[in-house]
């Protein structure tokens, strides 16, 4: 009799289905935008390599973000929409990659891990952020107008307001296919997990 139990078979992934690709595996459309993402972050995020199969999907999401980067929010503002949209689809990827943007940024550690943990920020205008972003989604965009009035007592516009609804759908993009594919932690963001 052997004392070896056998293990039972692991389930595969909905990431099998999405193999990483590179600038020589992807489709042609895909090509361009893996290379500037390896330029840019010195790597190629195996996020990217998988959304590559969708050379549409892919091109989409880097100029939604170009375009919300290129947005009058500021960029510790910008990483606490990004970052509330993350921890409330549950992306471990985009909760380590942004967590790395805002150290990066010299965020407080306080805000870093109560935006981790969903909790309320000890700042009281990202707060009004990530209260408003939450409301945006509860509301399906529709926020009611005292909450849009509190989002902009703390010195925002209306064109703010707006400017997190692209940073909402750029991000909801991104980790609702993160999560469909399946996209492992890179090893370079496995500090921020």
């Known amino acids: 009799m052997s004392a070896h139990t056998p293990t039972a078979p692991v389930a595969p992934t909905t990431g099998t289905h999405f193999p990483d690709l590179d600038p020589d595996t992807a489709p042609p459309a895909a090509r361009r935008q893996l290379e500037q993402v390896t330029r840019h972050l010195g790597y190629l995020p195996s996020a990217a390599a998988r959304l590559a199969h969708a050379p549409q999907l892919l091109d989409g999401f880097l100029k939604l973000t170009a375009m919300f980067d290129a947005t009058e929010l500021e960029p510790v503002v910008r990483e606490t929409v990004v970052l509330t949209v993350a921890t409330r689809n549950g992306c471990h990827l985009c909760v380590a990659m942004h967590t790395g943007v805002l150290t990066r940024l010299a965020a407080d550690p306080a805000l870093i891990a109560a935006l981790r943990a969903q ?22 965009g529709a926020v009611p107008e005292p909450e849009l009035a509190a989002f902009l007592a703390h010195g925002f516009t209306p064109r703010n307001a707006l400017e997190i609804v692209l940073g909402i759908g750029a991000y909801t993009l991104s980790t609702f296919a993160n999560r469909l594919t399946d996209a492992p932690l890179d090893p370079q963001l496995a500090p921020h997990a």
């Open 119 to 140: 909790q309320p920020l000890p700042d009281a205008k990202l707060e009004a952020v990530r209260t408003f972003v939450h409301a945006v989604l509860d509301h399906t």
